[in-house]
Nanobody, 119 residues
Framework: QVQLVESGGGWVQPGGSLSLSCAVPGSITAFRVMGWYRQAPGKQRESVATVTRGGVTDYGDSVKGRFFNSRDNALNTCDLQMNSLKPEDTAGYFC?????????????WGQGTQVTVSS
């Protein structure tokens, strides 16, 4: 069973910054894609940012230009730098890893970490 261990998060005022990190015991090079999703109360889980094994990133429209996703294949981490945070960014943030198999993609999730943006 693959474990994704998240750290970071917490409370910040609007306009502030936070960083999240997702660590994997072992190599992450097998994961075709890694990234972050978030879910606010009463809302569906949405994609925030993803990064492929080759470093190609993709961002949700609401976070483009403010959030930056990266992965370090040597340190086995996937990090999310969040800048210019807004109250609407408040949500539980979940690390995601996708492993390609012969029959499709196997998805792995972290336990989630809370991000709260308020004054």
């Amino acid at each position: 069973q693959v474990q994704l261990v998240e750290s970071g998060g917490g409370w910040v005022q609007p306009g502030g910054s936070l960083s999240l990190s997702c660590a994997v015991p072992g190599s992450i090079t097998a994961f075709r894609v890694m990234g972050w999703y978030r879910q606010a109360p009463g809302k569906q889980r949405e994609s925030v940012a993803t990064v492929t094994r080759g470093g190609v990133t993709d961002y949700g429209d609401s976070v483009k230009g403010r959030f930056f996703n990266s992965r370090d294949n040597a340190l086995n981490t996937c990090d999310l730098q969040m800048n210019s945070l807004k109250p609407e960014d408040t949500a539980g943030y979940f690390c995601y890893a996708g492993l390609s198999t012969g029959s499709g993609t196997r998805n792995y999730w972290g336990q989630g970490t809370q991000v709260t943006v308020s004054s």
